[in-house]
């Protein structure tokens, strides 16, 4: 497996992680993102290292430190929400609405039957998500749709609760939040991909990436939208 650079300076890369791929080694063991650490030293000394975290089944855009300073700068950058993110999500169901704002706060709980998962709650931490419907194809209860979000705050399975609880459909193929009423039958994995990504720099250009459309989103019947305009200035979020 070859990982694709999508972005590349002195101090960031931006690739585009393979669905299935854990960032962190799972704690069972198995293949994991460290795997591939020495092609993407891309001849630098110091392996890079994750600034953030993508579900094992979220493909798309992951930002890499190339060293200990960049690792600080970004991690700051996250905090004072100056990286902006678009994600694409396919979900059985089309909204009555074309776009919107879901604001749900998040808290985790867990059980020994079912584990731990993410739930809405007003005593949770806040967390906004931006949407739009890019795409809807079929017709009854067979509706398929195509959604961009827009996220502004990065809670755990964000917006694989926000779809749930906000648009009334989990993510198609998400094993911990559906299916729903014989949703997510026969999809790969959960389908959300890391679209963009921007991260604002003071006194340097923005690092911006794209990941191309998946493969699988196309075998879902969904078509690829033309990219987003991503912003390059501070408050990119």
Request: charged fraction near 25%.
């Given at each position: 497996?070859?990982?694709?650079?999508?972005?590349?300076?002195?101090?960031?890369?931006?690739?585009?992680?393979p669905?299935?791929?854990?960032?962190?080694?799972?704690?069972?063991?198995?293949?994991?993102?460290?795997?591939?650490?020495?092609?993407?030293?891309?001849?630098?000394?110091?392996?890079?290292?994750?600034?953030?975290?993508?579900?094992?089944?979220?493909?798309?855009?992951?930002?890499?430190?190339?060293?200990?300073?960049?690792?600080?700068?970004?991690?700051?950058?996250?905090?004072?929400?100056l990286?902006?993110?678009?994600?694409?999500?396919?979900i059985?169901?089309?909204?009555?609405?074309?776009?919107?704002?879901?604001e749900?706060?998040?808290?985790?709980?867990?059980?020994?039957?079912?584990?731990?998962?993410m739930?809405?709650a007003?005593?949770?931490?806040?967390?906004?998500?931006?949407?739009?419907?890019?795409?809807?194809?079929?017709?009854?209860?067979?509706?398929?749709?195509?959604?961009?979000?827009?996220?502004?705050?990065?809670?755990?399975?964000?917006?694989?609760?926000?779809?749930?609880?906000?648009?009334?459909?989990?993510?198609?193929?998400?094993?911990?939040?559906?299916?729903?009423?014989?949703?997510?039958?026969?999809?790969?994995?959960?389908m959300?991909?890391?679209?963009?990504?921007?991260?604002?720099?003071?006194?340097?250009?923005?690092?911006?990436?794209?990941?191309?459309?998946?493969?699988?989103?196309?075998?879902?019947?969904?078509?690829?939208?033309?990219?987003?305009?991503?912003?390059?200035?501070?408050?990119?979020?």
């Amino acid at each position: 497996m070859t990982i694709p650079i999508l972005y590349e300076d002195g101090e960031a890369l931006v690739i585009d992680k393979p669905a299935g791929l854990p960032v962190d080694r799972p704690k069972r063991g198995g293949p994991a993102l460290w795997d591939h650490i020495e092609e993407l030293k891309l001849g630098f000394q110091r392996p890079p290292v994750a600034v953030h975290r993508l579900d094992t089944d979220t493909s798309g855009c992951l930002l890499l430190a190339r060293n200990p300073k960049a690792l600080k700068r970004f991690n700051k950058a996250f905090e004072d929400r100056l990286v902006g993110k678009t994600y694409l999500a396919i979900i059985d169901f089309e909204p009555s609405e074309r776009s919107g704002t879901i604001e749900l706060s998040l808290s985790k709980i867990s059980s020994a039957e079912k584990g731990w998962r993410m739930i809405a709650a007003k005593k949770g931490k806040p967390a906004v998500s931006h949407w739009e419907l890019i795409e809807t194809i079929g017709e009854g209860d067979k509706r398929r749709s195509l959604i961009r979000f827009r996220p502004e705050t990065g809670r755990t399975h964000q917006l694989r609760v926000h779809a749930l609880q906000g648009l009334g459909a989990p993510l198609l193929g998400d094993p911990v939040y559906g299916p729903v009423r014989g949703q997510n039958k026969g999809a790969p994995r959960t389908m959300l991909h890391a679209e963009t990504l921007t991260v604002a720099r003071e006194g340097k250009t923005a690092i911006t990436a794209y990941a191309p459309f998946p493969e699988d989103f196309v075998r879902a019947g969904l078509t690829a939208p033309p990219p987003p305009e991503m912003p390059d200035g501070p408050g990119v979020t």
